[in-house]
């Protein structure tokens, strides 16, 4: 059974580029969330998709990052003109349980970002 | 809102003993909670989860953990610890009543187990 795998594990920028990540979730998952981990602290979360739809977004999501869940498969996170705050570990998760107790999400290996 | 605290930023035992990771919670309505461990540069694995039921919860590697109602609390426990457990440990909530379907993390603790 495949986990949820993420694209690329590490990327180092320079201030102001854009950057783009990708998750693939466990196939069949239904909903694909993602959080941000900074150094010494808990992951936080920023957005979730039910399918293609996204359904909730963090305040921590300013107008630089924007998601999107295509076909309801894949997922890619894009930071536009990053600023060195935005240098953490930016991680997905899929569950298939949706709107159950049972749900559990199920975490990626996680993509760190390094704005210079 | 719901939050998670994890007091303790280090436990540290030896190998063979038992070890115990703390957690306490706050949620509107039934709390749904769970522990992932972390490994250095990686992603979260999932460990164990309370829904309902027995307040006693087993799960992978040999944990498991105890729901406590009165206390709000949800500790990490392990019979005997192993060296291999040595990671960082995230105690985790879910208010399902709420309507929110993001989990709310504690900061970690980070578990050292010598030899």
């Known amino acids: 059974d495949t986990g949820v795998s993420q694209d690329p594990r590490h990327k180092i920028t320079k201030r102001g580029q854009n950057v783009t990540f990708r998750c693939d979730p466990i196939?069949?998952?239904?909903?694909l969330y993602w959080y941000r981990q900074t150094l010494g602290q808990g992951p936080e979360f920023l957005t979730y998709f039910q399918n293609e739809a996204q359904l909730e977004k963090s305040r921590l999501l300013s107008d630089r990052f924007s998601a999107e869940r295509p076909k309801g498969s894949f997922s890619t996170l894009e930071i536009q003109r990053t600023e060195q705050g935005d240098s953490a570990m930016y991680l997905c998760?899929?569950?298939?349980?949706?709107?159950?107790?049972?749900?559990?999400?199920?975490f990626g290996p996680g993509t760190r970002l390094l704005v210079l | 809102a719901q939050s998670v605290a994890q007091p303790e930023d280090q436990v540290n035992v030896a190998e063979g003993n038992p070890l115990t990771v703390k957690c306490t919670y706050s949620?509107?309505?039934?709390?749904?909670l769970f522990w992932y461990v972390q490994y250095p540069n990686r992603g979260l694995q999932f460990l164990l989860k309370y829904i309902t039921g027995d307040n006693l919860v087993k799960g992978s590697y040999g944990f498991e953990a105890e729901f406590n109602k009165s206390q709000t609390s949800f500790h990490l426990k392990k019979p005997s610890a192993l060296v291999s457990d040595s990671a960082l440990y995230f105690c985790a909530v879910r208010g399902f009543s709420t309507g929110r379907r993001a989990l709310t993390f504690g900061s970690g603790t980070r578990l050292q187990v010598q030899p």
């Open positions: 196939s069949e998952h239904n909903r």
């Open positions: 949620v509107s309505g039934n709390p749904y």
């Open positions: 998760a899929s569950s298939l349980e949706a709107d159950s107790p049972q749900e559990t999400q199920y």
